[in-house]
């Protein structure tokens, strides 16, 4: 058994099942191990973003994490921005980034450079494994960094000496730890600050997006007056009908402004005290008021569903929540093809147990709110603000649920970062729905350029922000990649179509010229 | 004029006339001023990897650096597999990297991530601009680092505010310093060695491949029995009929060590060492024989022009170099069609001052022979090892040259990292002529499987080396781009297609199913 083999050994061992792969030279003993360990599906992207959002992708729906596969430093500084987000989002992944043989590093060949450097900006744990001997114990200890409450992300270098070497047997793979209590003086603050009546917000992300835990602050703003928000951005959050909905921080920073203004209380439940995404001119940095107090009843890596019980009960909430009484979709949208309609309909069409990709930007801020009374669903949100995740992230999820639908919601813009996730979902025949909103342009900056008082744009500035000088054609973009799509201008054509699309076998791409 | 217009006019006023960007939110000051400040030019890639692989297409071909705009750490980490490419392309190139406002930095908004250390791997400088009093000199320091020769990576990071506060006036831009003399001492060593008759060879890269150089180097060859060899791969080489035409070091690694196999000297011009591109179980890193004496006449930032200049009068060389009397190149290819009829095609009817941008990977490998006698020509090669360099190199390339046809030599596997470089070549409706040969797998990677001795690979490690299922058709991806484009599958379809796609206006695409 190589070091390799001992490795693949060691992630199967420990619950490890699917690896996203884009391997070069360096890897290839990894991949030969494919074959001779059972147990590991490989799953192959054509640009490491691709691996990487798929790897965030499947985490958040399987609750575990995949395997990456990457090609040194490049194929890593490739796949960097989808592991920043996944960060931001909570997500586990253990990526794997082979390296030069270890005597072969000091000859600085070409592709040679410091992944331990380009690594740690994005993962909470980088290590360089020195031999054959090793490797399966660091993969061990990936793994368990990896499954640390809430997720995390390890990066584990195998110089490719490392693996073709003889290796010492598997990894001593580690127990998954439970999130720990939250300590009662926290319930006791929380529970003291709910009875003051004061008005307060619970501002909630992580498992607190999750059934069990929005049960439970359902049962909590039932015995007080308190509000449930969610984060602006989240990476899993359990929506829909017959569930608790809390309401959507908006990301607009004088939209925020005014749906905290009136706080007394904000009390963190896996979130951070709310900021702006950006910093604009004149405008705060956070978005609550001076004399808004912060509470922290629960971190992200504690046990949040244990902790909201717990308040519950102490504040003597009702068994059960007070759940909106919203059984209906708002109505297939018809007449004016905007993005009102095209949110109408696909709120109302979204299929029982879909996996939302929300990568719509400016084309997808009213969707919450219309989707509130749609099927049960998750949805899944862009976190580290870093786009081009949408595609690879439906990929990965698809992956990881393959008998649920997921509905792609795609900007152009983003789109084409990692367009290449389509050939992967092609690849994989993954049930995907992608609906591109084809607006042309980078529409968020036109607004933000605004927001951030840079003047009038010229001729030079409208450029950097429009693709319409050519348009981009995602029906030709798609089929080159294997996936079968339409272009549709009217609510009629798109209720039709969006309605067949979601009973396809395999992806489909829906392109929408707003 | 606040810090941006102080950081865009200091830029123009130090020579620095393109722009290639993606820019976000926290660059739209900088945006905005590029209509107030004359003078630069922008150009728009729709992901960071065509930004920076045009930036030192740029760079290359106009012997002066580009800027690039770049979104926080995620835009830089999209971007950096280019740069490192770059970087061992001994590229100059200056990245403005847009951060948060300094004082929005602690909020740890989504977008945070640890700029400096993502940029410090791929670049020679680093700088954070304090402020917009100090933004415009922090750029013109970096037009002088990433001027010194032979070319470097400035990395500029320039939080918002610094964009958009007062600023100062204009950088003090520097003077650009030639490269420094070679000491007498290393011209004398060469002579000495070169005297000895003992076999030598000339290791050459960088400015050594300049048409100047290799003239000089030539006289050195009739005056001695001295073979020139370029490196495995290099940024720049001007080549062709009536140049001297050095040998070329194969990449595989058996092939390289032949070629070295009974030097006795190896004298270093620009160049390193060599060494293996990968190492592969038991076989050497060093690609020299243990009794080779390796010198160096010139660093790569050294006169290398002058010190070969001085040393062929000091062997009293012929005034004229011998240069190989190949007035013809190959021929059309005829009949079967595969790499070694399209690459007879190709040298054929390349036009003079073609700029061929090399990412044909084992497509490519018989090129360079056969080019040897083609008209004039620059090739552009990846020198990092980072694949996805391509398309968005022959944008930039076509961006300094506007007056020359860019023929872009492309693997399948390779384009699709960075095949949003087509859009950018149709929106600036440049020159470039693509072919691309469609053999649908990473071929390198089954060479490099057994090379490493992996064994035989079975089903799930062939999935991950074979690009087949489903087939990419490039005419419609670059369709959906705007670029047109055709495939054909005979000899006769492509020595006629290739024709033609050299006199079309703007960017035109050649996929050849091999």
Not at 350 to 375: F, K, W, Y
Request: glycine residues 10%; contains cysteine; negative net charge.
């Amino acid at each position: 058994m190589n070091g390799a083999e001992s490795l693949v050994a060691t992630l199967v061992r420990g619950g490890v099942e699917v690896c996203f792969a884009n391997p070069g030279t360096s890897e290839m003993h990894f991949v030969a191990a494919l074959d001779r360990v059972p147990g590991m599906r490989c799953v192959l992207g054509l640009f490491e973003g691709v691996v990487t959002g798929a790897a965030d992708g499947y985490a958040r729906m399987a609750d575990k994490p995949a395997a990456t596969l990457l090609h040194l430093g490049p194929g890593l500084s490739n796949g960097s921005a989808n592991i920043h987000n996944a960060r931001r989002a909570l997500s586990s992944m253990i990526n794997i980034v082979g390296d030069h043989a270890t005597y072969h590093r000091a000859c600085d060949a070409p592709l040679t450079s410091d992944i331990e450097g380009l690594a740690r900006p994005v993962s909470h744990w980088v290590k360089t494994s020195p031999s054959a001997k090793t490797v399966a114990q660091d993969g061990a200890d990936a793994i368990a960094v990896a499954r640390r409450p809430p997720g995390q992300i390890a990066t584990l270098i195998l110089p490719a000496d490392t693996a073709w070497e003889e290796a010492d047997g598997l990894g001593k793979v580690p127990e998954v730890k439970p999130p720990a209590p939250v300590s009662d003086a926290a319930i006791d603050e929380a529970a003291r600050i709910l009875r003051s009546g004061e008005p307060t917000v619970l501002l909630m992300t992580g498992q607190a997006l999750r059934d069990p835990a929005l049960f439970q602050a359902g049962r909590i703003a039932a015995a007080c007056s308190a509000r449930l928000v969610a984060q602006t951005s989240n990476g899993r959050w359990e929506r829909g009908r017959g569930r608790v909905n809390p309401e959507h921080l908006p990301y607009p920073v004088d939209e925020a402004l005014r749906s905290l203004a009136e706080v007394s209380h904000v009390i963190l439940v896996g979130a951070k005290s709310p900021v702006a995404f950006f910093a604009y001119p004149g405008k705060p940095s956070q978005l609550i008021s001076e004399d808004c107090q912060v509470h922290q009843l629960a971190r992200a890596d504690e046990d949040i569903t244990g902790a909201l019980t717990e308040l519950a009960n102490l504040l003597k909430a009702p068994p059960q929540p007070v759940i909106e009484q919203r059984t209906e979709a708002p109505g297939l949208g018809r007449g004016d093809f905007g993005v009102e309609n095209l949110s109408r309909t696909i709120a109302t069409l979204l299929p029982e147990q879909a996996i939302v990709v929300d990568e719509a930007l400016t084309s997808g801020r009213m969707m919450l709110g219309l989707t509130r009374g749609s099927a049960p669903h998750d949805w899944l949100q862009i976190c580290g603000g870093a786009i081009g995740i949408g595609m690879p992230l439906a990929a990965g999820a698809a992956v990881a649920c393959p008998d649920r639908r997921v509905v792609g919601l795609q900007a152009d813009g983003s789109a084409m970062y990692t367009v290449q996730g389509l050939w992967t979902q092609a690849r994989e025949n993954l049930n995907v729905t992608t609906v591109v909103f084809a607006n042309r342009s980078y529409q968020c900056l036109h607004t933000e350029l605004a927001a951030v008082r840079a003047g009038t744009p010229g001729t030079l500035a409208l450029d950097m922000l429009n693709l319409d000088r050519p348009d981009l054609d995602w029906v030709q973009l798609a089929a080159g990649m294997g996936v079968p799509g339409m272009a549709v201008d009217d609510m009629d054509a798109f209720n039709g179509v969006f309605a067949d699309a979601l009973t396809h076998r395999g992806p489909f791409l829906i392109q929408v010229n707003i």
